[in-house]
């Protein structure tokens, strides 16, 4: 760190520091709510930012019950962001899967066909006792 950049934290020195889980500071960076200087898949936040958010805590203990709500706000952001994710991925997959019992049903559908019209085409019939049967 140079001389004249402020102290900055990493994610989970954030969290230890916040009271707050490792995976809420990084939506809340993801959302742009904490800035964050992001550098080969690292994120420092400066102390000052978690200061201005009034998040710093004494003792790994919530101070107020603000910042607790704010804690279990963002969990449940979290938490939706989570289920909207699932949810397109099982549509897609359920779309998948109607494409794929259609283009099943479409194969059994010509196979079908193929059956009924292949019927018709022996050159001749046999008859009872397996004699050829004339037309």
Do not use: C
């Amino acid at each position: 760190m140079a001389a004249s950049e402020p102290p900055a934290v990493d994610v989970a020195q954030a969290a230890e520091l916040t009271g707050l889980s490792a995976r809420t500071i990084r939506a809340r960076i993801r959302r742009g709510e904490l800035e964050a200087d992001i550098r080969k898949d690292h994120e420092r936040i400066p102390l000052a930012e978690l200061r201005r958010h009034d998040l710093l805590v004494e003792g790994n203990r919530y101070r107020t019950a603000r910042e607790r709500v704010e804690s279990l706000e963002a969990q449940l952001r979290d938490a939706v962001e989570a289920r909207k994710r699932v949810q397109q991925e099982l549509e897609a997959t359920q779309e998948k899967v109607r494409v794929m019992w259609g283009m099943t049903q479409q194969r059994e559908w010509r196979l079908q066909q193929a059956r009924e019209r292949s019927r018709g085409r022996w050159p001749f019939r046999r008859g009872p006792g397996g004699t050829p049967k004339s037309s």
